[in-house]
């Protein structure tokens, strides 16, 4: 569920130091229910909830902001392969940013719109003077998550195996897979997620529902927390996801607070064809 944000929020990685963001931190998680606390679920797969729609075809645009600076774009598109559900996302610098920092980033997953199992994933990195290729395939017959990984610039390569269960879902496809979860307030939703190493649990933690302003206009969101005991990625800072408080559940806004700053996407757009 991370991928996204993570891969973006290196717009502005090589900058570690000075003055903090300013922007403003999510307000604390209102209380649960009274009598009622929250709940982890088994960290497992769940099926779409049967009135969740697929945006097939359509392209959620993001603006970046680092600071008071344009940190550049992002986009996130769905679409049919077959039998399979396809996810693109890309990620560019802009402006002073991109003189900082270049940012040219490309994501792809495919899974089973049935399960939510993911089949694989890859990425194009080209950030600052890295050129990085990495697919992951997932394999069920075998238990095994079948990672290469190729460093363009150094010329290496390396090739891993490790052991996942019956479904997975991966860093990209967990964005829409949350948003096809109930998502009920005080609620925290658990499941496995493979990034082509040893299968992590992500805790998807429902905080609020509060209004959100965006260029696309004011939505009415769930602001849901989304984080893993594993400490490669506690470490990296918090990421808060809002998906609007409807049955499209658009993730209308992403903030990933980092060391150095803050970083938000907004939705700019949606583009459909």
């Not at 009598?35 to 009135?51: D, F, M, Y």
């Not at 550049?72 to 890309?90: D, F, M, P, Q, S």
């Not at 964005?175 to 040893?198: C, E, H, I, M, R």
């Not at 984080?227 to 990296?236: A, I, N």
Request: charged share 20%.
């Amino acid at each position: 569920m991370v991928a996204f944000v993570c891969s973006t929020a290196v717009f502005a990685g090589p900058v570690q130091h000075g003055r903090k963001t300013s922007a403003p931190e999510p307000s604390p998680a209102p209380a649960a229910l009274a009598g009622e606390k929250p709940t982890l679920v088994a960290p497992s797969i769940a099926q779409p909830r049967p009135e969740y729609q697929f945006p097939i075809g359509q392209t959620y645009v993001y603006g970046g902001e680092w600071r008071i600076f344009n940190a550049g774009t992002g986009t996130l598109r769905v679409e049919r392969a077959g039998r399979e559900n396809r996810i693109v996302a890309t990620a560019n610098a802009a402006g002073t940013v991109a003189l900082l920092y270049h940012v040219q980033d490309r994501l792809e997953s495919f899974f089973d719109p049935l399960s939510f199992c993911s089949h694989n994933t890859s990425r194009h990195l080209e950030e600052g003077f890295r050129r990085v290729e990495t697919s992951i395939t997932f394999d069920y017959q075998h238990g095994k998550a079948v990672l290469d990984h190729k460093n363009i610039k150094k010329k290496e390569s390396r090739h891993e195996e490790h052991e996942i269960p019956s479904c997975v879902t991966d860093m990209l496809s967990s964005v829409f897979y949350v948003a096809s979860l109930p998502l009920l307030q005080g609620k925290t939703y658990s499941f496995p997620v493979n990034d082509g190493g040893p299968t992590i649990t992500v805790m998807a933690h429902v905080e609020a529902r509060e209004a959100v302003k965006t260029p696309a206009g004011t939505f009415n969101a769930i602001r849901v927390q989304p984080e893993t005991s594993f400490s490669v990625l506690r470490d990296k800072g918090k990421i808060w996801i809002w998906y609007s408080d409807d049955a499209a559940r658009v993730p209308v806004q992403m903030r990933a607070r980092m060391s150095w700053g803050t970083l938000t996407f907004s939705l700019l757009r949606i583009e459909k064809k």
